[in-house]
Every structure is written in C-alpha cells, then in structure tokens.
C-alpha cells in the first residue's frame, strides 16, 4: 500500500487511478481515504475488490492500532481527524501530558 498526501492524488489522479496500486490518501499525515483498484475482469472485479478492501482494512488496522470504530469516524466529515499524540498519550495516566 502506498501512502500519498492530498495534492499529489490531486495532481497525479489520473496516472495513479490507471494503475493496480493501493493507495492510502492521507491529509497532514493522517489517512482521510483509500483507493482499491477494482482489477481487469469486470465479473471478479467486485469480488476481488471487496477481498482486497478487507485485507486492506486489516492491515490499516494492524498497522496504526486504530479500532473498526475509530476508522469508520475518520469518513465521517462532521468529526475531526484525530490527534495521534493525543492517542499515545491517553494510553498513560489520566490522558494529560506533563506540566501542562
């Protein structure tokens, strides 16, 4: 899975669609959308998308600690993207970082 910022999605869109890669698209570091290329065949193309959206979702999931929970919320526009400082710190103590 390749990991890109907004703006080059945006400037790249059209050669980056056209290829087979997993993208993750992220806004200042944090992932706001994926794009799972769907495959040639248009009869296991839905299939293949589905199974590469879970092994996708798995691995995103493993790799930032996020819960099913936590990733749904980053596509709900209304709430804001989450802080991972904030996220590592609420895992000690009372959430607070010191002196502050």
Known sequence: MRRIGVREFRDHATQLLAG?????????????GFYIPAGASREESFERALERLEQTVGRVLAETGLSEDDLSRLYDLNEPVPDRRR?????????????R
Do not use: N, S, Y
Not at 20 to 32: N, S, T, Y
Not at 87 to 99: E, I
């Open 20 to 32: 087979d890669e997993v993208l993750a698209i992220e806004r200042h570091g944090q992932p706001i």
């Open 87 to 99: 996220r590592r710190l609420g895992t000690v103590g009372d959430g607070h970082a010191a002196g």
